[in-house]
């Protein structure tokens, strides 16, 4: 088959199948598309069933992988395209496929996938990202549910007041969020990544937001991409809520917020009072009048997972001085710190009362 016939017919090609079956008689080769995960997408004329997980390392120079007597040439469909695929050629050491053909063979590919969608730019993806992270309501979601199968977490980055050097601050958050979208709105920027990278990358934005005086938040994961007008909008409270309670840091994750978030959508302070805040009152009016230290101790046992040592090293206290606090915390209040839903309660009791403070 010639370069002409090559093109004539992949013209006439409805399905990725017929088309891969249509190059590999072209090269009179094996050859093989799968995608960055080892999904082998479609194959023509290839006896494997699995890509070998070594043969998908991004980061190697050397593009040749061997299978028994097979030879396999790797070359990157497209680049910029939403997700890596590949294409895998046999060749033999006696008949190597021409540089041209592959070629010639990668840009049919792309004209197909870009034909029908199969597998979009990342820019292409990152406009309509960009756009529904400064315009949720202009934008339409339903071309980017089928292509964005990651967990994702929406941050939004906002300057100190006094913060400088915002264009290198920019520059170094786009390198790190790559490839994913960074915008901007009202100098304060706004960025999604995935939401599993987000251990690895939680360390680097406390280093950025330190060096050049920002603070982030950080959503909770979600998967459905429409939503993240709502999770933007939850970044936003949770940080003028940070700001109110005196509680901002440079890494805000907003679950610390959620029950706050709630708080303010109930116009009734004093049910919120009466109904879960007695019991710390309690012993707020006792240390005032004993000058003891029981709310604060309560407080931060409960934080701190109901750990002895843990507490005790957080408060600079003995252990044996804080078990005497802790029983007397039982002789004052109904507490069982083995029950869940008292100690609930009373965690649930300080966010309360720590709102009705703002």
């Known amino acids: 088959m010639n370069k002409d016939e090559l093109l004539l017919k992949s013209i006439q090609c409805a399905t990725i199948d017929e088309l891969t079956a249509l190059i590999a008689a072209y090269l009179e080769q094996a050859v093989i598309l799968a995608d960055q995960s080892g999904h082998i997408i479609s194959s023509g004329q290839s006896p494997l069933s699995q890509i070998p997980t070594d043969w998908l390392d991004a980061t190697t120079n050397a593009p040749l992988y061997r299978r028994g007597q097979q030879e396999f040439i790797r070359n990157i469909i497209n680049p910029l395209a939403l997700n890596t695929w590949y294409l895998f050629t046999s060749q033999s050491k006696g008949y190597p496929v021409a540089l041209d053909q592959i070629r010639l063979a990668i840009r049919v590919l792309n004209s197909f996938i870009d034909r029908y969608a199969l597998n979009p730019n990342q820019s292409e993806v990152n406009s309509l990202l960009g756009k529904l992270l400064t315009q949720p309501d202009q934008t339409d979601t339903t071309l980017l549910q089928p292509l964005l ?10 300057p100190e007041a006094g913060a400088t050097n915002q264009t290198a601050f920019i520059q170094q958050l786009r390198d790190l969020v790559a490839p ?3 915008t901007e709105d009202h100098q304060r920027l706004i960025f999604l990544f995935n939401a599993p990278d987000l251990p690895k990358l939680r ?8 060096f050049f005086h920002h603070y982030f938040f950080i959503s909770e994961p979600y998967t459905d ?8 909008n939850i970044c936003d409270q949770s940080a003028q809520l940070a ?26 302070a004093p049910l919120l009072k009466n109904t879960m805040c007695t019991q710390i009152l309690f012993l707020q009016r006792y240390d005032q009048r004993h ?5 604060k101790t309560l407080f931060e046992f409960l934080e701190n997972d109901c750990k002895i040592s843990v507490t005790a090293d957080k408060l600079h206290l003995h252990r044996n001085s804080l078990t005497k606090r802790l029983q ?7 507490v069982d710190f083995d029950n869940p839903d008292k100690t609930f309660g009373l965690r649930l009791g300080y966010r309360l009362f720590n709102f009705l403070q703002i």
């Open 149 to 158: 199968a990651d967990t994702f977490v929406c941050v939004t980055a906002t």
């Open 180 to 182: 994913l979208p960074l």
């Open 203 to 210: 360390p680097q934005l406390k280093q950025l937001g330190a």
């Open 225 to 232: 991409v429409s939503k993240t007008a709502e999770f933007r």
């Open 243 to 268: 700001q109110q309670l005196g509680t901002l840091e440079v890494v805000n994750l907003t679950q610390k917020y959620n029950i706050y978030v709630i708080l303010s959508q109930v116009d009734n």
């Open 291 to 295: 000058h003891s230290e029981l709310f």
């Open 328 to 334: 007397k915390i039982t002789d004052l209040i109904d």
